[in-house]
């Protein structure tokens, strides 16, 4: 008896060793993979502690190796050629496969970047059309968490109608227009949740660090103080929730940049969207350690909001936001819908996108990448004379006179304004202000004007002015 289970107590530790023995990785380290090109990629994973890791990419005759640390963890980096696949990477007694090296870049934000192909404009012949093997889409989960996750759930799949239907529209179409230009691999690594806040994407311990963080942690302390018993105080609105279960079990994994759609849920919340935009994309890119990696984003489109000018201060905040280095901002004014917070046309948004990425990241030549952004003023006389960056090859008014300015005096009471071209500037003026100080432009939550310049991309909303920007509920 006592040999039968001596036996069995040995058979029992010996499936456990060979199980604790059996590496993992993370969900995004698999087969289909796409691995940022000429790169110091990372590779890791989990083990028994001790355990011997060997990593062999066949692009190269390099054999990688460390081991598990005593909490299991492991950790290297492979050096990845130019674009090119499919490649297989041996890693211990498993292979991965069908693994492509080329651009690699994360898509977030909230519901626009969510929003699928299959509910957008022209959906069913996009659909259709969707078949790109050599685009691989990554679509993770909806997880919000209180500490770091390990991984996420999900998996690469080459670009299919299947796959891309319920894929990220804005992230497909961005994706697709990368592949056409560049002719390399694209991996698309799709992290967003609908109604998310900024300050849900931000490491808290991060946000402990500036007021604004400190402002929505301790809505949130409030939050878990009012939350009845048994229930969960936590969601994918507050601080860090996302950060934590969607964000940092991908750092560090090789990547070009990222592209981000959000800001609706942060809309009354204008005065903190400027910092806290600032300090999340700060946040990302130290995290990801690397570099200051491009950070393109989407501007909100023209909606009725329950509240007078809320959406157009927030569009202000994200124009704002291009102080920060290395990013740019897709204007939507013309191509929203101000019935609907969720504007069907996400084609150019993602070939919008894409302008920015070919011309700042990819350095293409000859490519008007943005729509006018404001860019100084002059007061003349009864007129205030506007300039612009991103003019392209002229400001261009799609009808008979330009719309959506207003202009104000020393009384800060704005009043509709007329605008004229000049020399690829602005004057502006009103018979009722008769000594302007402040212009501005698109300043009411679902403007929709007609400024652009020739290339077709639309003017940002702005502001001259400091002032501070009264919000009240519609009466």
């Given at each position: 008896?006592?040999?039968?289970?001596?036996?069995?107590?040995?058979?029992?530790?010996?499936?456990?060793?060979?199980?604790?023995?059996?590496?993992?990785?993370?969900?995004?380290?698999?087969?289909?993979?796409?691995?940022?090109?000429?790169?110091?990629?990372?590779?890791?994973?989990?083990?028994?502690?001790?355990?011997?890791?060997?990593?062999?990419?066949?692009?190269?005759?390099?054999?990688?190796?460390?081991?598990?640390?005593?909490?299991?963890?492991?950790?290297?980096?492979?050096?990845?050629?130019?674009?090119?696949?499919?490649?297989?990477?041996?890693?211990?007694?498993?292979?991965?496969?069908?693994?492509?090296?080329?651009?690699?870049?994360?898509?977030?934000?909230?519901?626009?970047?969510?929003?699928?192909?299959?509910?957008?404009?022209?959906?069913?012949?996009?659909?259709?059309?969707?078949?790109?093997?050599?685009?691989?889409?990554?679509?993770?989960?909806?997880?919000?968490?209180?500490?770091?996750?390990?991984?996420?759930y999900g998996q690469w799949d080459e670009c299919t109608p299947k796959v891309a239907s319920?894929?990220?529209?804005?992230?497909?179409?961005?994706?697709?227009?990368?592949?056409?230009?560049?002719?390399?691999?694209?991996?698309?690594?799709?992290?967003?949740?609908?109604?998310?806040?900024?300050?849900?994407?931000?490491?808290?311990?991060?946000?402990?660090?500036?007021?604004?963080?400190?402002y929505y942690l301790e809505k949130f302390k409030e939050k878990i103080k009012s939350t009845p018993p048994g229930e969960l105080p936590r969601n994918y609105r507050d601080p860090g929730a996302n950060f934590y279960g969607l964000i940092a079990p991908l750092i560090p994994y090789s990547i070009r940049g990222v592209i981000w759609y959000q800001g609706e849920n942060n809309v009354f919340e204008h005065q903190l969207y400027r910092k806290s935009f600032e300090t999340m994309v700060k946040n990302w890119r130290d995290e990801w350690g690397e570099r200051e990696f491009p950070f393109y984003f989407v501007q909100l489109a023209p909606y009725n909001y329950s509240q007078e000018l809320v959406g157009a201060a927030l569009r202000d905040a994200q124009r704002r936001s291009l102080d920060?280095?290395?990013?740019?901002?897709?204007?939507?004014?013309?191509?929203?819908?101000?019935?609907?917070?969720?504007?069907?046309?996400?084609?150019?948004?993602?070939?919008?996108?894409?302008?920015?990425?070919?011309?700042?990241?990819?350095?293409q030549e000859n490519i008007v990448y943005s729509g006018p952004i404001y860019k100084s003023m002059k007061i003349e006389g009864n007129k205030i004379r506007i300039s612009f960056d991103h003019i392209g090859s002229g400001l261009y008014c799609k009808g008979d006179t330009l719309t959506c300015f207003t202009i104000a005096g020393s009384d800060k009471v704005f009043h509709p304004a007329n605008g004229t071209i000049d020399n690829n500037t602005i004057l502006v003026s009103s018979d009722e202000v008769k000594n302007p100080e402040a212009v501005r432009f698109a300043f009411k939550n679902a403007d929709e004007p007609n400024l652009f310049n020739r290339e077709g991309l639309p003017a940002s909303t702005f502001r001259t002015d400091n002032w501070n920007i009264i919000t009240a509920p519609k009466q």
């Open positions: 008896m006592k040999i039968k289970y001596g036996l069995i107590t040995l058979l029992m530790f010996a499936f456990s060793i060979s199980t604790f023995a059996q590496i993992q990785m993370p969900s995004f380290i698999s087969d289909n993979m796409v691995l940022q090109q000429k790169f110091e990629a990372p590779i890791w994973g989990w083990a028994y502690p001790g355990t011997h890791i060997s990593i062999t990419p066949n692009w190269s005759n390099t054999n990688y190796q460390t081991s598990a640390d005593y909490n299991g963890d492991w950790f290297v980096k492979i050096a990845t050629p130019s674009a090119g696949g499919p490649y297989s990477i041996i890693i211990n007694e498993d292979t991965l496969t069908n693994v492509m090296i080329g651009e690699v870049w994360v898509c977030s934000g909230q519901s626009n970047m969510q929003w699928a192909l299959n509910q957008s404009e022209n959906a069913e012949e996009e659909v259709q059309n969707a078949d790109y093997p050599d685009i691989r889409m990554f679509y993770a989960a909806r997880d919000n968490a209180r500490s770091p996750n390990k991984d996420v319920t894929f990220s529209a804005v992230a497909y179409y961005f994706g697709r227009e990368l592949y056409k230009e560049l002719h390399v691999p694209i991996g698309l690594l799709h992290f967003s949740w609908g109604g998310s806040t900024v300050q849900a994407w931000t490491n808290p311990e991060v946000l402990k660090t500036t007021p604004e963080g400190k920060i280095s290395n990013t740019g901002m897709v204007v939507t004014l013309d191509i929203g819908d101000t019935a609907n917070i969720h504007p069907k046309n996400k084609l150019d948004v993602g070939k919008r996108l894409s302008l920015w990425a070919l011309a700042k990241t990819y350095d």
